[in-house]
C-alpha cells in the first residue's frame, strides 16, 4: 500500500497516527517509525494484532504502508511536519474503521466471555494499555474492535528481562473490560491452547526485517522473531493462573451507582 493524500493527524493518540489515503483508495491509520515510540512500538502491533485476530479477536486489518513524506507538505504543523519527515519509507497501516466510537465502559456491555478473551489476550501480551481512563477499543457497528498494542511486549525494551518475563504476573484491576466478570481461566482453555510454535512463526514472519535489525546481543532478524516467539509460548502456558482482578480495586474503577443509573436510563430511551 502507498499513500497517495495525507488527510489528517490524529492528535488524540499520544504518537500522533495519521490519517491517510491510500493508492487503493481506501483509508488508513498511519502509525509511524519517526514517532517517539519507535521502530518497536509498530514491532507490537504487527504482533500482538495479528496474534489477536488469529485468536478470533476483532483488529483493523494491517497493513505495510510506503509513506512519502512529499504528499504531506501542506501540514502546517511543524511538529506533525517533523514526524512525516523522520517517517519516509516503510510504516504501518490499519484499516480506518469509519464511524467508530471510542469505547466507553458506561456505556456499552460486553458478554465476559468476550471480556475474558480480552482479559487474558492482554496478559499474554502484557499490555497495560487497555484501561478504562484510555480503553484503546472501538464500538463499530455495534462490536468491539482492539486498537493499539504499541506499548505491549514491554520486554522487548530490554530483552534480559524476556526470561522472567514469561512468569510475570498481569494486574487486570483497572482493565477497561474488568466490570464485565470476565474468567480468563476459561478463556485460557479456549485460546492458549491455540498459541503453537508455528501460528507464532507465522506470525512473526509478518514483521519486516528493517524493524528488527541491528537489535543488539542478536544476530539478525531471525534471531529476535525466535525471542518474540518463546516469550509468547511461555506466556500461554500459564499466565491465566498469574491474572488479579481484584475484587476491591474493581470496585473502586466500577462508576458511581448514580451514574450507572443515569447511565442506563439513559440507554433505555
Ligand atoms: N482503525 C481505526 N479506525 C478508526 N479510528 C482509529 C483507528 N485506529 C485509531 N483510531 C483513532 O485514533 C486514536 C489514536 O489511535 P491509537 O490509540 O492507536 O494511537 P496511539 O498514538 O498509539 O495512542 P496512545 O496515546 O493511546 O498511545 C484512537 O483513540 C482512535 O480514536
Ligand atoms: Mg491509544
Excluded at 525494551?157 to 474488568?178: E, F, I, M, Q, S
Excluded at 509478518?206 to 544476530?219: K, N, R, S
Amino acid at each position: 500500500m502507498t499513500g497517495i493524500r495525507y488527510v489528517t493527524p490524529l492528535r488524540e493518540g499520544g504518537s500522533v497516527p495519521g490519517l491517510v489515503e491510500a493508492d487503493d483508495l481506501g483509508t488508513y491509520v498511519v502509525k509511524f517509525t519517526g514517532a517517539a515510540q519507535g521502530r518497536k512500538a509498530l514491532v507490537a502491533e504487527v504482533i500482538a494484532g495479528e496474534l489477536a485476530r488469529r485468536l478470533g479477536l476483532r483488529v483493523p486489518d494491517l497493513v505495510r504502508f510506503e509513506f512519502d513524506p512529499v504528499i504531506a507538505l501542506g501540514e502546517p504543523d511543524q511538529e506533525v511536519q517533523d514526524l512525516l519527515k523522520a517517517s519516509g519509507g516503510l510504516n504501518l497501516g490499519m484499516d480506518f474503521l469509519p464511524g467508530a466510537l471510542g469505547f466507553d465502559p458506561l456505556a456499552f456491555e460486553v458478554d465476559s466471555a468476550e471480556a475474558g478473551r480480552v482479559v487474558w489476550f492482554d496478559a499474554l501480551i502484557g499490555n497495560v494499555d487497555r484501561s478504562w481512563r484510555n480503553p484503546n477499543m472501538l464500538i463499530w457497528h455495534k462490536d468491539l474492535w482492539l486498537i493499539d498494542h504499541g506499548a505491549s511486549l514491554i520486554w522487548h525494551h530490554n530483552w534480559k528481562t524476556a526470561g522472567p518475563a514469561a512468569d510475570k504476573p498481569y494486574d487486570a484491576a483497572d482493565h477497561a473490560l474488568a466490570r464485565f466478570s470476565p474468567d480468563p481461566t476459561a478463556a485460557a482453555a479456549e485460546l492458549a491452547p491455540q498459541v503453537t510454535e508455528s501460528l507464532l512463526r507465522e506470525i512473526t514472519a509478518l514483521v519486516p526485517d528493517e524493524w528488527l535489525l541491528d537489535e543488539p546481543g542478536f544476530a539478525g532478524p531471525d534471531e529476535v522473531r525466535r525471542a518474540y516467539e518463546k516469550v509468547l509460548l511461555n506466556r500461554a502456558a500459564s499466565v491465566h493462573a498469574r491474572i488479579s482482578l481484584a475484587g476491591k480495586q474493581k470496585e473502586k474503577q466500577a462508576p458511581p451507582k448514580w451514574l450507572r443509573t443515569w447511565v442506563e436510563g439513559k440507554n433505555a430511551t
